[in-house]
């Protein structure tokens, strides 16, 4: 891969970062529930809470057989799904 395709996706993965992102503040920070360490979307646009690091599928994340997973909310699709998994500061 090159530079540039690198970088771009490093900043794509910075946005779902992004603490002051309404994802944050009106939808998740609501719906976490107190186990979750890890949020991911998958490639249907749903948000999934993880109790541990899940696994990535070819078209979502799954649970690795161990703790709770739980859908969150669903937005747009979205091609990048692959770079929204974000680990968690405890609640």
């Known amino acids: 891969m090159s ?4 970088s ?3 900043e794509r993965r910075l946005e779902f970062s992004d603490k002051d ?8 920070v609501l719906a976490r529930p ?3 360490h890890w949020l991911a979307q998958d490639e249907s646009g749903v948000w999934w809470a993880y109790e541990t690091e899940p696994n990535m599928s070819h078209n979502g994340w799954y649970e690795n057989e161990v ?8 937005e ?6 692959q ?3 974000m ?5």
């Open 34 to 36: 107190n186990w979750a």
């Open 21 to 28: 992102h309404p994802i944050w503040k009106q939808k998740w």
């Open 76 to 81: 747009m699709p979205s091609t990048l799904w």
């Open 67 to 74: 703790g709770n997973c739980m859908r969150v909310f669903k």
């Open 8 to 10: 771009y996706m490093e």
């Open 87 to 91: 680990h968690l500061e405890p609640k």
């Open 3 to 6: 530079a540039n395709w690198d």
């Open 83 to 85: 770079f929204t998994l």
